[in-house]
């Protein structure tokens, strides 16, 4: 039997997270889950259960997920070969029907049956659905990067209902261009303009590192937008890493409160994060 010393232990770590909630209750919150943090099966169900939870103190958790290593894994069995440009994957027509498959028919529906599972609600969706998300081509300086989008209007009504009737919305990054066909999105600018679109109060960025290296390689637990845009000019951060900096950026200038780089691969990054004195990760403010 537990003594009732462990017993108020745990009564003292609800204690500990009743002003985060007191302040977090009715905000909107929106969790990237990279494809790469989506490895360990142990570590999936606790960011399903996390979430779960983070809805049932009145979060409004809107999840947008990444796919990368998932794409890759289905363009390698087709013998399609990528290049990336920026941390960003050039995109023709044949990856972007794989990267659509494999998003909407495959990581989106395993996140939210996750979800499902820890007793959440979430809706599936992808930002094609009722053209949540538009977007246009983009060049990343003056190449052409195929079929990827750059968000240019998001319309957030649908979340809004979704939210409101207490469910999860999970997104797959996937957008509608001006001709209604699809354009690959990076799932961090995507969760980006939605966070920016429906007023979030937090972005939290999950990936499979223990946060943002600096220059000196070591992870830095807080970091504003100054030095941001300085290790992004100097290459003190590379590859995907810099597309979800360089949303953290807008994400800031466009109102939300703060942006956080979590590891998805330790177990319930999100509540430790949120609820606890002691944040893992780095965040980046403004
Ligand atoms: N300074 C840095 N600090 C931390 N990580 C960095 C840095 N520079 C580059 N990276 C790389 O960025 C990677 C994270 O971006 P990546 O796009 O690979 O994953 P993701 O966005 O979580 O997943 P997905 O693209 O599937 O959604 C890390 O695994 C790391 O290798
Ligand atoms: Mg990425």
């Known amino acids: 039997m537990q003594s009732i010393e462990s017993l108020q232990d745990k009564a003292a770590v609800l204690v500990e997270a009743l002003p985060y909630i007191q302040r977090f209750a009715g905000e909107v919150f929106v969790v990237k889950y990279g494809g790469h943090a989506m490895t360990d099966p142990e570590a999936r169900r606790g960011f399903a259960r996390d979430v ?11 999840v947008v997920h990444g796919g990368g290593p998932q794409i890759q894994a289905a363009l390698s069995r087709m013998g399609i070969e990528s290049q990336f440009k920026g941390g960003m994957r050039i995109t023709d027509d044949d990856t972007m029907q794989v990267a659509r498959m494999v998003l909407v028919g495959q990581v989106n529906p395993d996140i939210v049956s996750l979800i499902n599972q820890a007793g959440g609600r979430a809706v599936g969706l992808s930002g094609a659905d009722g053209q949540m998300l538009r977007a246009r081509r983009m060049t990343l300086d003056g190449e052409d990067l195929g079929r990827v989008g750059e968000i240019t209007r998001v319309d957030d009504n649908e979340l809004r209902l979704l939210t409101r009737g207490g469910f999860i919305p999970v997104i797959a990054p996937v957008a509608v261009d001006h001709e209604g066909e699809p354009l690959n999105v990076n799932a961090d600018l995507a969760a980006a303009a ?6 979030a109060r937090k972005l ?66 999100l509540l430790l994060e949120l609820f606890t004195d002691r944040g893992v990760g780095t965040e980046v403010i403004g």
């Open 194 to 199: 939605i966070a920016q679109h429906t007023m």
């Open 204 to 269: 939290i960025l999950m990936t499979d590192v223990a946060g943002v290296r600096g220059p000196d390689g070591e992870v830095v637990q807080s970091v504003n937008g100054g030095i941001v845009r300085d290790w992004i000019d100097t290459g003190v951060v590379a590859g995907g890493m810099i597309p979800k900096l360089a949303c953290a950026l807008d994400a800031l200038e466009g109102g939300v409160h703060k942006v956080h780089v979590l590891d998805g691969r330790l177990r319930h990054a």
């Open 52 to 62: 779960t939870l983070m809805r049932a103190v009145g979060i409004n958790v809107i």
